[in-house]
T-cell receptor
C-alpha cells in the first residue's frame, strides 16, 4: 500500500535554532500534503496545507513566517520551524491524500517528535 | 469549537466487554476515517466510510456511518488489552484536508 515517510523521527534542538522536517510520499505523487501538530493528551490539529508549486495555506492562528512550508516536488513537502522555542515542542505529523479504488484515502507519516530546549 | 465531536473522552472497560465510541459532525462529511494511535506515535488506519449507511468490520471492530453522513460509531466487541489506545475519528469535508475529533482514550482492564 501507499507509504508516507517522515524524517527525522525525533529531533532535539536549542531555542532559537531552526529545524526542518521532511515528508515524502514513497510510491505515489501528492500535489497536496497536510501538516498536523499534536500536543500531549490532545488531538491532531491541522496546521497548514502544502501545495506543490504554490504557496501553502495556513490555518487560523498558525504563523506562516514561523512554520515555513515548501512543497518542492510531487513527493516531498518540508516544514521548517524557524527560531524554535520550547512551546514549539510537539509531535508533528504529515499526511497525503491518495485516490484508490476504495475511495479518497489519507496516508499519514509516522510523525516527528520535536523537543526544543 | 471542534467540527467533530467525539465521545466519550475516555473509556475504561473490563476485558471481554463491548464498547462504542461516537463521532458527530456539524456538517455533512465527505468521508469518515477511524484511526488508532498511541501518543507520540503514528496513526494506525482502521476504517474508512464514505457512503451513507455504510458499515464495515475488521476482526472485532465495526464502524458505521449514518444515512445523513454526519455521525459515525465505532464498536468493539469482546474487548482485549490489545485494543487499548487512543481512537481518533477524522473527517474529510472538501475532498482534501482532514479534521480530527478530540480522541477517545480506551483502557481495557484484564
Amino acid at each position: 500500500g501507499a507509504v508516507v515517510s517522515q524524517h527525522p523521527s525525533r529531533v532535539i534542538c536549542k531555542s532559537g535554532t531552526s529545524v526542518k522536517i521532511e515528508c515524502r510520499s514513497l510510491d505515489f505523487q501528492a500535489t497536496t500534503m497536510f501538516w498536523y501538530r499534536q500536543f500531549p493528551k490532545q488531538s491532531l490539529m491541522l496546521m497548514a496545507t502544502s501545495n506543490e508549486g504554490s504557496k501553502a495555506t495556513y490555518e487560523q492562528g498558525v504563523e506562516k513566517d514561523k512554520f515555513l512550508i515548501n512543497h518542492a516536488s510531487l513527493t516531498l513537502s518540508t516544514l521548517t520551524v524557524t527560531s524554535a522555542h520550547p512551546e514549539d515542542s510537539s509531535f508533528y505529523i504529515c499526511s497525503a491524500p491518495h485516490v484508490t479504488p476504495a475511495g479518497n484515502e489519507q496516508y499519514f507519516g509516522p510523525g516527528t517528535r520535536l523537543t526544543v530546549t | 469549537s471542534q467540527e467533530l465531536e467525539q465521545s466519550p473522552q475516555s473509556l475504561i472497560v473490563q476485558e471481554g466487554k463491548n464498547l462504542t465510541i461516537n463521532c458527530t459532525s456539524s456538517k455533512t462529511l465527505y468521508g469518515l476515517y477511524w484511526y488508532k494511535q498511541k501518543y507520540g506515535e503514528g496513526l494506525i488506519f482502521l476504517m474508512m466510510l464514505q457512503k451513507g449507511g455504510e458499515e464495515k468490520s475488521h476482526e472485532k471492530i465495526t464502524a458505521k456511518l449514518d444515512e445523513k453522513k454526519q455521525q459515525s460509531s465505532l464498536h468493539i466487541t469482546a474487548s482485549q488489552p490489545s485494543h487499548a489506545g487512543i481512537y481518533l475519528c477524522g473527517a474529510g469535508y472538501n475532498n482534501n484536508d482532514m479534521r480530527f475529533g478530540a480522541g477517545t482514550r480506551l483502557t481495557v482492564k484484564p
